[in-house]
């Protein structure tokens, strides 16, 4: 029997005393009948609490979380390389309901142009291309890009599309588009590059330049640091937007491996003699692509992962998740946590604390461990000895 089977049998223990009262009541429509469907219902409920088969159904159907080796990230990823060249579409929305659906486009000299409504158009030089593009508020531009100079120029066409139309129209006639695009463009941007990328100067990729190395000195002066992981051209990628966003990172404690990896080393939580440390990282899988949050422990000379999530254990609509956040921590292992429910807002200050029971994946067991939590507050200690 796998883990729903027996959630579902779990689930239906606590109402086997009931059951027997109603079948009983149905095969013996009397009163002595439904006297005697009770009396079976007590003596049921009294032999399942001696043998504490409904407090144990109740642990089984409260612990579908797994924890254990579900936690670890893939002993060998590799970078999901595209299959082809020429241009890639990394990401694509619709806006509004049934509104025009855009593209995020890596072109084939690694250009990244976003809101790209509909496919590209090569001119007859082969070095510009054509496309139309959306600029927010219910405004679309036609989009030139020349390859040789990575330079967009935009010219805005406010007419429900009439400037994109004509520019087509222009260019299936085999005639120049010159003719027809306003002098001059009321927007040219130079691209930047980023690692064999080329971006648009302000893009949030090119804002903060991604640093080989990461370090990070501890109380006790030993050093943590992460490695960059990426390669130095993201053009070959399937999904270079993925890698570029949260790039991933082997994380180091005193230049030894610790088989785990972060992003980055700005969630670092150390005990007053650094002999526990906990940072926030990355669950990776086969492809280098992050599957989750982890918070990483190193306590007693080992490494442990917990999620930085949890869930109260239901099932079905009463499934929760709840954001898990490490406070601090003790130098024997203690962990203060902070247990919040997401409030529909980005700023952790502003989702409600958590109070009850809930379940939270950790490596050193195999299922969910059960945390206790009050006004959002609940206290876990790193592994036992091993």
Not at 46 to 70: D, E, F, K, S, T
Request: charge should be neutral; hydrophobic fraction near 45%; aromatic fraction near 6%.
């Amino acid at each position: 029997m796998d883990l729903p089977d027996r959630i579902a049998a779990s689930r239906l223990i606590p109402w086997l005393p009931l059951l027997c009262w109603v079948l009983i009541g149905v095969a013996w429509p009397t009163p002595w009948g439904v006297l005697a469907g009770l009396l079976a219902a007590i003596l049921a409920q009294a032999l399942l609490q001696r043998h504490g088969l409904i407090a144990a159904a109740a642990m089984r159907a409260h612990q579908p979380v797994p924890g254990g080796q579900a936690l670890r990230s893939h002993p060998a990823p590799r970078f999901q390389l595209r299959g082809e060249a020429g241009d890639q579409v990394v990401q694509q929305c619709e806006i509004g309901m049934g509104g025009p659906v855009l593209a995020v486009y890596v072109l084939r000299d690694g250009a990244l142009i976003e809101d790209v409504d509909g496919g590209w158009h090569d001119l007859p030089d082969g070095s510009r291309r054509l496309a139309h593009v959306y600029r927010g508020q219910g405004s679309h531009a036609v989009a030139l890009y020349d390859e040789r100079l990575h330079q967009l120029s935009l010219w805005d066409d406010p007419d429900s599309g009439a400037l994109w139309r004509c520019v087509r129209r222009q260019l299936d006639e085999g005639r120049a588009i010159a003719a027809v695009l306003p002098s001059p463009p009321v927007a040219c941007l130079r691209f930047v590059a980023f690692r064999g990328l080329w971006l648009p100067p302000t893009h949030r990729w090119g804002q903060q330049p991604l640093l080989p190395l990461l370090r990070h000195r501890l109380a006790d002066g030993r050093e943590l640091s992460a490695p960059l992981l990426l390669p130095d051209d993201l053009r070959p990628l399937r999904e270079p937007e993925r890698y570029a966003l949260c790039p991933p990172r082997r994380l180091c404690l005193q230049g030894q491996d610790s088989g785990h990896y972060v992003s980055d080393l700005e969630a670092v939580v150390e005990s007053p003699t650094a002999a526990c440390v906990v940072v926030g990282g990355l669950q990776m899988d086969a492809a280098f692509r992050s599957c989750q949050g982890l918070w990483l422990a190193h306590h007693r000379q080992a490494w442990w992962a917990l999620a930085d999530t949890c869930s109260n254990g239901q099932t079905g609509a009463d499934h929760r998740y709840y954001g898990v956040k490490v406070v601090s921590v003790s130098d024997d292992g203690l962990l203060q946590l902070r247990v919040m429910e997401p409030a529909f807002a980005l700023e952790w200050e502003q989702r409600r604390p958590v109070t009850g029971r809930v379940y939270l994946a950790v490596e050193w067991q195999p299922v969910g461990l059960a945390l206790d939590v009050v006004d959002g507050r609940a206290v876990l200690r790193v592994a036992p000895a091993r």
